[in-house]
């Protein structure tokens, strides 16, 4: 596998027009903005009164959609739009786990979690992650979708996904499928619960990479496997270099190294470095924002004494930054899921997020002002920032 270096020469930041893709409890929405990104317009709901997790646009095209939803009366599957959310196909196969022999237990799909395009070389590829743990491919554009066996298959697959022990609110997840720009094989995926995960060959076998990870919530505060990532990034640029919130601090590690570090430790004693989501700097893999939830008893989890606030580190997290301006100062108990922040590739960068109240809140400089820009959506499940080409 090979570890070269970053870029000496980033690709120039972005400066067109941006689209936030917004995932609900109650359907999809597409808000969109020119490049001063000041004010945006909202089209939706798409797959109204239906639960989407994910919505993802294709990179290598700019125009194809992904969706996974779990409909009343489809059940869990995927739809896929060719224009843009203008027109949407339900997959002919969606992602389903294989039907157990007569008189055995098998593996029920509840709903498919996390959608990631593949590498840049294999147009039509996608992976799926789901509920509970399984990991899948599509070779066609999301249209007919496989399980990766050694992954679903494994020998060890109970015990790597703690098997019905499992207790994560709303089901187990597999999610934060990440594919080395680099190489197509080299795959990481996260779970809640089971750990960090990396392939090698494409899926066909896996190894935990949870080195350095605490895990407070077991006898043994540092095994193999168990952990609960909530969710994992690999930064573009640097794709050694890794960062993870997970339900026990922030992480990050240099692949080369191999081990976890807990750069939460440097956050503010009285806020902590519990949350969910975690966003990095499309140039800069020293910097990246959070948003953290009151680690204590608190469930479901809500920003610390009502005060939400995104936390910046632009120098790998050895210090944070509190970023409020705009943002309620009290009476503000926001809960952000661990696909509902993104930030997008423009100079300054803009940096958003989603609430379980159906809020969107952006700021245009890096965080340091935030502003509503829509209300009263349904409890939002996930958000992607992407660039509208022309």
């Given amino acids: 596998m090979r570890t070269p270096e970053k870029s000496s020469q980033p690709p120039a930041a972005s400066t067109g027009a941006v689209a936030l893709l917004v995932a609900t409890r109650k359907g999809a929405f597409i808000l969109k903005a020119?490049?001063?990104?000041?004010?945006?317009?909202?089209?939706?709901?798409?797959?109204?009164?239906?639960?989407?997790?994910?919505?993802?646009?294709?990179?290598?095209d700019g125009r194809t959609l992904l969706a996974a939803a779990r409909t009343g009366h489809l059940g869990p599957t995927v739809f896929r739009s060719g224009d843009f959310g203008r027109k949407w196909k339900e997959a002919a196969k969606p992602p389903a786990?294989?039907?157990?022999?007569?008189?055995?237990?098998?593996?029920?799909?509840?709903?498919?979690?996390?959608?990631?395009?593949?590498?840049?070389s294999e147009a039509g590829t996608w992976y799926a992650g789901?509920?509970?743990?399984?990991?899948?491919?599509?070779?066609?554009?999301?249209?007919?979708?496989?399980?990766?066996?050694?992954?679903?298959?494994?020998?060890?697959?109970?015990?790597?996904t703690g098997g019905e022990q499992d207790g994560t609110p709303d089901g187990p997840k597999l999610h934060s499928i990440?594919?080395?720009?680099?190489?197509?094989?080299?795959?990481?995926?996260?779970?809640?619960?089971?750990?960090?995960?990396?392939?090698?060959?494409?899926?066909?076998g896996w190894t935990p990479l949870n080195d350095g990870c605490s895990v407070d919530f077991l006898p043994d505060p540092h095994p193999e496997y168990g952990h609960d990532p909530h969710c994992v990034r690999m930064h573009p640029l640097a794709p050694d270099i890794l960062y993870q919130q997970n339900h026990c601090g922030i992480y990050r590690?240099?692949?080369?190294?191999?081990?976890?570090?807990r750069i939460g430790r440097s956050m503010p004693k009285k806020i902590g470095d519990i949350g969910f989501p975690i966003v990095l700097h499309p140039r800069d893999p020293d910097t990246a924002w959070v948003f953290p939830m009151d680690g204590t008893s608190v469930w479901p989890r809500?920003?610390?004494?009502?005060?939400p606030a995104a936390y910046v580190t632009r120098n790998a997290g050895k210090t944070w930054q509190r970023q409020d301006d705009g943002l309620p100062p009290a009476q503000g108990w926001f809960t952000v899921k661990r696909q509902a922040m993104s930030g997008?590739?423009?100079?300054?960068?803009?940096?958003?997020?989603?609430?379980?109240?159906?809020?969107?809140?952006?700021?245009?400089?890096?965080?340091?002002a935030w502003s509503c820009i829509a209300r009263h959506?349904?409890?939002?499940?996930?958000?992607?920032?992407?660039?509208?080409?022309?």
């Fill in 178 to 204: 990440l594919v080395d720009p680099r190489d197509a094989r080299h795959l990481y995926i996260g779970m809640s619960s089971g750990g960090v995960f990396e392939s090698v060959d494409r899926g066909a």
């Fill in 302 to 307: 809500t920003s610390p004494g009502g005060k």
């Fill in 130 to 160: 789901t509920s509970p743990q399984g990991l899948f491919r599509s070779e066609d554009g999301g249209d007919t979708w496989a399980g990766v066996a050694g992954f679903n298959e494994h020998p060890r697959y109970a015990q790597w």
């Fill in 344 to 368: 997008d590739a423009h100079d300054p960068v803009g940096v958003y997020f989603g609430t379980t109240g159906g809020e969107l809140w952006a700021s245009r400089n890096e965080g340091g």
């Fill in 97 to 120: 786990f294989p039907k157990a022999p007569e008189g055995q237990k098998g593996r029920v799909l509840d709903h498919s979690f996390w959608l990631t395009p593949g590498h840049a």
């Fill in 253 to 261: 590690m240099d692949r080369r190294a191999g081990t976890w570090v």
């Fill in 34 to 60: 020119d490049k001063s990104r000041r004010k945006w317009n909202i089209a939706g709901p798409m797959f109204f009164g239906h639960i989407v997790h994910h919505m993802v646009l294709d990179p290598r």
């Fill in 377 to 390: 959506l349904p409890e939002i499940y996930a958000l992607e920032a992407v660039e509208l080409r022309r």
